[in-house]
């Protein structure tokens, strides 16, 4: 038979190449990288010796018959034991996306192991193939080998329609998880058909390469920032050292990381983050470095190491400033120290925990040890999260609502409208809980859209002037902000359900005064329909008088704690504070009020709203009806 090697070779060719972009970079060593890399080397060996044994099959007197045999068995186990590593390589996969029940090993394993020993004996037994005098001949049981390569091709399809079904993939992944096992059952199908041309490792190579560009691809797990390994691409590592026993982890965190930002600029920044990260990878070979963003970096390890020794080493080096081109940052840094065993949810929220620890660090000024306790209020964050995704899913979320006292009217005038979440798993939750959740997730959009949707709902059965208030203020968060569209969504809302917009005071926090485009465009829009503006917790960011001057302001509320240092003789501003922003037309509410002499001193100093448990905390709806037709005047102080 005349051998055809032009496939072969080109497919030669590609693997050299992919061996060159796959194997110069390093990779964490989990098992699924550990079978790509076997792979690679089974396609090697078994493109080498199909072409070896082939060419040496066709001239095969010149050649002595034991070679034929090992070159001709070297090319079928390697035929083999590739489609073994492939459905390893899959399975391997798969598993990183979730927990599933994996085929037995006996079952897996027996197929190619028999298979082995039948080639291996040929010489002996010339069951699989023989060589003689007239040369190659194929045996009773040749077929065999495809039978062996059909059956793991058979349980990659199996197993790709399993991690398909439970696990979630972007839609190049689902692709190529289907593409691969595709592109082999045409390779097996054109091979019987076309037997002199050697297209089967090309069909094979391309399959590698559909993995290869969809799962190996370095660029998937190299932080293009600093040249880490990212945090997504940790999490099966951590999961694999953690199955096989305990490690150990160095958390850094850069103090000040957004403040940095906006003091070196992004740019030189990130020229330090790659100094840190060369300097850790120099410095601590065996661990491996991770980058976990915002300025927080992971030393893991399966090795024991001397935390003590580790922190003096980085510590001190923290003390010189990083130096790249053109760039010279001083940085300082907190620390968290990890070793053991985690419980299996645990490894899942593990850069949660380390970005916790790392606060805490910061705050407290000492290296903080991961333990349990801190594990705990992670596993809190993560179910209030949940639920914070459930109350949206189901429009769940509820609104109470805090009376507002108006000073010269002496009764209530209105009310601020709280975001309340009631979840069946944990009660009540505490607001500071979630909103912090929804605001590093995002969400707290879709929360202050369907609060202002229900807030329209109220109103509707209870309009304003039966209720005998002047407005309903509602708070808009620095992240509703940041949307150049939130005003138009706001309008729209309100539109739909026939409330004007006049009836709303929107409260926006200091910390979105830092996108001012965005912001005055917004509150542009809402004002042109008749809504008023209003700065929310001044006192708690670094705004000063002059800074909030520059919005169109009716209305400025003084944060609790603000208020409260007043009355604990721990800071005395509050006087001038109020006559400033009066001497501009801006009224003043104050908060936290918690008892009639506050509210007398704060009504004579000019407050113009009192707002605190003084007069009622948040009330549900209809706790809050009752309350209007209850309530009388609790301030006897009155301004003429």
């Known amino acids: 038979m005349i051998y055809h090697y032009e496939f072969a070779l080109a497919s030669f060719i590609v693997l050299i190449l992919l061996c060159i972009l796959s194997l110069r970079r390093v990779y964490l060593p989990i098992r699924r990288n550990f079978f790509f890399r076997a792979l690679l080397g089974a396609e090697g060996l078994t493109l080498a010796?199909?072409?070896?044994?082939?060419?040496?099959?066709?001239?095969?007197?010149?050649?002595?018959?034991?070679?034929?045999?090992?070159?001709?068995?070297?090319?079928?186990?390697?035929?083999?034991?590739?489609?073994?590593?492939?459905?390893?390589?899959?399975?391997?996969?798969?598993?990183e996306r979730g927990r599933f029940t994996r085929f037995p090993?006996?079952?897996?394993?027996?197929?190619?192991?028999?298979?082995?020993?039948?080639?291996?004996?040929?010489?002996?037994?010339?069951?699989?193939?023989?060589?003689?005098?007239?040369?190659?001949?194929?045996?009773?049981?040749?077929?065999?080998?495809?039978?062996?390569?059909?059956?793991?091709?058979?349980?990659?399809?199996?197993?790709s329609y399993i991690g398909l079904r439970r696990f979630s993939w972007n839609p190049v992944e689902k692709a190529s998880l289907?593409?691969?096992?595709?592109?082999?059952?045409?390779?097996?199908?054109?091979?019987?058909?076309?037997?002199p041309y050697l297209v089967m490792n090309s069909f094979y190579m391309l399959a590698i390469l559909i993995q290869y560009f969809a799962f190996q691809n370095p660029d998937i797990f190299i932080d293009r920032k600093t040249g880490a390994l990212n945090y997504a691409t940790a999490t099966p590592y951590l999961r694999e050292i953690n199955q096989r026993g305990s490690f150990s982890a160095v958390a850094i965190g850069l103090n000040d990381y957004t403040e940095g930002n906006a003091l070196y600029g992004e740019q030189q920044m990130a020229k330090g983050l790659r100094a840190i990260v060369?300097?850790?990878?120099?410095?601590?070979?065996?661990?491996?470095?991770?980058?976990?963003?915002?300025?927080?970096?992971?030393?893991?390890?399966?090795?024991?190491?001397?935390?003590?020794?580790?922190?003096?080493?980085?510590?001190?080096?923290?003390?010189?400033?990083?130096?790249?081109?053109?760039?010279?940052?001083?940085?300082?840094a907190s620390y968290a120290m990890f070793s053991g065993h985690l419980q299996q949810e645990e490894v899942e929220q593990f850069f949660d925990y380390t970005a916790m620890a790392l606060q805490r660090a910061e705050q407290q000024h000492d290296v903080v040890i991961m333990e349990q306790s801190l594990f705990q209020q992670a596993r809190l964050k993560t179910k209030v999260r949940q639920a914070v995704d459930r109350a949206i899913e189901n429009h769940a979320v509820q609104i109470y609502l805090q009376p507002l006292y108006g000073t010269h009217e002496r009764r209530i005038i209105g009310a601020e409208v709280l975001a309340r979440i009631y979840d069946e798993k944990l009660g009540l939750i505490r607001p500071d809980l979630f909103i912090t959740a929804a605001e590093r997730s995002g969400t707290i959009t879709q929360i202050g859209e369907q609060v202002f949707e229900k807030t329209c709902l109220f109103l509707n059965e209870h309009p304003l002037q039966e209720l005998g208030l002047k407005r309903l203020n509602v708070n808009l968060s620095p992240i509703q902000c940041r949307d150049i569209h939130m005003a138009e969504r706001i309008c729209r809302i309100a539109q739909h359900h026939h409330i004007p917009l006049r009836s709303f005071c929107f409260e926006i926090t200091e910390s979105a005064l830092s996108y001012e485009a965005r912001l005055q465009q917004n509150i542009d829009m809402l004002m042109a329909q008749g809504a008023t503006i209003s700065l929310d917790d001044f006192g708690t960011g670094y705004s000063n008088l002059m800074r909030v001057l520059k919005f169109p302001f009716e209305d400025v509320k003084l944060d609790m704690t603000f208020v409260r240092a007043y009355f604990d003789h721990t800071n005395k501003l509050l006087p001038a504070i109020i006559d400033g922003f009066q001497s501009f037309g801006v009224q003043i509410t104050a908060e936290g009020v918690e008892n009639k002499q506050m509210a007398d001193t704060l009504t004579s100093l000019g407050c113009r709203i009192l707002q605190g448990f003084y007069f009622a905390k948040p009330l549900p709806l209809d706790d809050f009806l009752h309350y209007l037709k209850t309530t009388t005047p609790k301030v006897s102080s009155t301004i003429d």
């Not at 091709?153 to 197993?159: E, F, H, R, S, T």
């Not at 922190?311 to 790249?324: V, Y």
């Open 178 to 195: 289907i593409g691969a096992w595709a592109v082999l059952v045409i390779g097996y199908i054109v091979r019987m058909y076309a037997a």
């Open 49 to 95: 010796f199909d072409i070896v044994s082939s060419e040496m099959d066709a001239h095969h007197l010149l050649f002595s018959s034991g070679l034929l045999y090992a070159v001709n068995a070297a090319f079928f186990l390697g035929f083999i034991w590739r489609s073994f590593l492939d459905f390893s390589y899959i399975e391997a996969l798969v598993h």
């Open 105 to 159: 090993r006996w079952l897996v394993e027996l197929p190619a192991i028999l298979t082995s020993i039948l080639i291996l004996s040929s010489p002996l037994t010339g069951l699989v193939f023989s060589i003689d005098a007239q040369g190659y001949h194929s045996g009773l049981l040749y077929r065999i080998i495809y039978a062996n390569a059909y059956f793991y091709l058979l349980l990659m399809m199996l197993l």
């Open 278 to 332: 060369h300097y850790l990878k120099a410095a601590f070979p065996d661990c491996q470095v991770i980058y976990a963003a915002a300025g927080r970096f992971l030393l893991i390890t399966t090795k024991k190491h001397d935390f003590s020794r580790i922190h003096d080493e980085i510590e001190a080096r923290m003390q010189a400033p990083w130096i790249d081109t053109h760039a010279h940052l001083y940085l300082t």
